[in-house]
């Protein structure tokens, strides 16, 4: 088990409970995390062919997108290089 699975387990078991802020402001749920996470793992598996355990270099500043990009690559079963 690896991280994006405890983040699918959140998200079902309390879709609706905030996950991400930017300062006060609530940016996404568990459930919106797990879904943008789920749809950018599969485009970086199928779109851009990347196989399990290949690494993938993340290049952001810390912020919502960063943590999207991140669970992304977990839940693709590659490597993140932060």
């Known amino acids: 088990m690896n ?3 405890h983040l699918h387990r959140a998200a079902k078991a309390r879709p609706s409970s905030p996950a991400i802020y930017e300062g006060a402001t609530l940016v996404q749920t568990y459930a919106d995390l797990n879904e943008r ?11 851009m062919g990347l ?3 290949e690494r993938v270099a993340i290049l952001s500043k810390n912020g919502p997108r960063y943590l999207e990009a991140l669970y992304a690559v977990w839940r693709a079963g590659l490597v993140a290089t932060p």
């Open 3 to 5: 991280l994006a699975e």
């Open 37 to 47: 996470a789920a749809r950018l793992a599969s485009g970086l598996r199928f779109i």
């Open 51 to 53: 196989g399990a355990g």
